[in-house]
């Protein structure tokens, strides 16, 4: 990504990173996706930014969500298989 002076680059880091933070809620893979797309952003962002610093804080903290919250949910899904079997219409 080239640099550019407007600070449109620094502000498309921060976006991916806000949306790996609200993706790590709702969706962890997408959180996981957004995250990775923030951080590989601001790595080819070569300038001095007020948006990019943020926006790679916000997708380390929207991958490091976005993993915790997944790992839990295996866990979770692995202690109660009876939940499984209701979600999937079984009772």
């Not at 601001?42 to 943020?54: C, E, H, I, L, N």
């Amino acid at each position: 990504m080239v640099s550019k002076g407007d600070g449109s680059s620094g502000l498309l880091v921060w976006s991916f990173g806000m949306l790996s933070m609200i993706f790590a809620i709702m969706q962890p893979i997408g959180g996981i996706a957004f995250g990775i797309v923030g951080l590989v952003l601001k790595s080819r962002f070569k300038g001095d930014d007020t948006w990019a610093k943020p926006g790679k804080t916000l997708s380390i903290t929207g991958l490091i969500l976005s993993i915790t919250i997944l790992i839990f949910s295996f866990i979770f899904a692995y202690m109660n298989p009876g939940l499984i079997s209701q979600i999937q219409g079984g009772y």
